[in-house]
T-cell receptor, first 109, second 115 residues
Framework: AQRVTQPEKLLSVFKGAPVELKCNYSYSGSPELFWYVQYSRQRLQLLLRHISRESIKGFTADLNKGETSFHLKKPFAQEEDSAMYYCALRPGGSYIPTFGRGTSLIVHP | EPEVTQTPSHQVTQMGQEVILRCVPISNHLYFYWYRQILGQKVEFLVSFYNNEISEKSEIFDDQFSVERPDGSNFTLKIRSTKLEDSAMYFC?????????????FGQGTRLTVV
């Protein structure tokens, strides 16, 4: 069975500092990886997916199959980035994402 | 922009009572899901629903849970006899298809408190 691990429950940085939210996964096949974000009092929403290789709101994430990681990075954090971030994995052939427990990012002014 | 809508936003119920959580998925979507998140824990998959039947369910989704799409627009989660440990945030989601570019859209959640 697949598993998603987000080792940090809380990440606290100052505005302008680089951010890296860690995500490791275990899955024997070819997964699809996603990052979801939940801002305060808002719904869970898709931030980015590895197959799109896109940068959203300055965030990027690279799938590293050797290290089975999909860390989310941003070079300069902004206060509005404060939110809960969830890494999710969808196994090949399935349409159901499995979520990590989430990391709370707090960006201080 | 279309959204998944969940009602109520907060439900308080007594242990042993039945509750129905309601969701209106995005209108042209075909796949529907329920997830839950116990406070401080991860978002956990409960059940998926397609073509008027359950397509997949987790071990959490036992006999006290049921889902229904009663009228072609609502998608409900029923908990037959609530327990204290059912207290959680329940999220409904829907997606248009199951392909690699599929995005699941989530509702804002219903916070269920069992007392």
């Amino acid at each position: 069975a697949q598993r998603v691990t987000q080792p940090e429950k809380l990440l606290s940085v100052f505005k302008g500092a680089p951010v890296e939210l860690k995500c490791n996964y275990s899955y024997s096949g070819s997964p699809e990886l996603f990052w979801y974000v939940q801002y305060s009092r808002q719904r869970l929403q898709l931030l980015l997916r590895h197959i799109s290789r896109e940068s959203i709101k300055g965030f990027t994430a690279d799938l590293n199959k050797g290290e089975t990681s999909f860390h989310l990075k941003k070079p300069f954090a902004q206060e509005e980035d404060s939110a809960m971030y969830y890494c999710a994995l969808r196994p090949g052939g399935s349409y159901i994402p499995t979520f990590g427990r989430g990391t709370s990012l707090i960006v201080h002014p | 922009e279309p959204e998944v809508t969940q009602t109520p936003s907060h439900q308080v119920t007594q242990m042993g009572q039945e509750v129905i959580l309601r969701c209106v998925p995005i209108s042209n979507h075909l796949y529907f899901y329920w997830y839950r998140q116990i406070l401080g824990q991860k978002v956990e998959f409960l059940v998926s629903f397609y073509n008027n039947e359950i397509s997949e369910k987790s071990e959490i989704f036992d006999d006290q849970f049921s889902v229904e799409r009663p009228d072609g627009s609502n998608f409900t989660l029923k908990i037959r006899s609530t327990k204290l440990e059912d207290s959680a945030m329940y999220f409904c989601a829907s997606s248009g298809d199951r392909g690699p570019n599929t995005e699941a859209f989530f509702g804002q959640g219903t916070r269920l408190t069992v007392v």
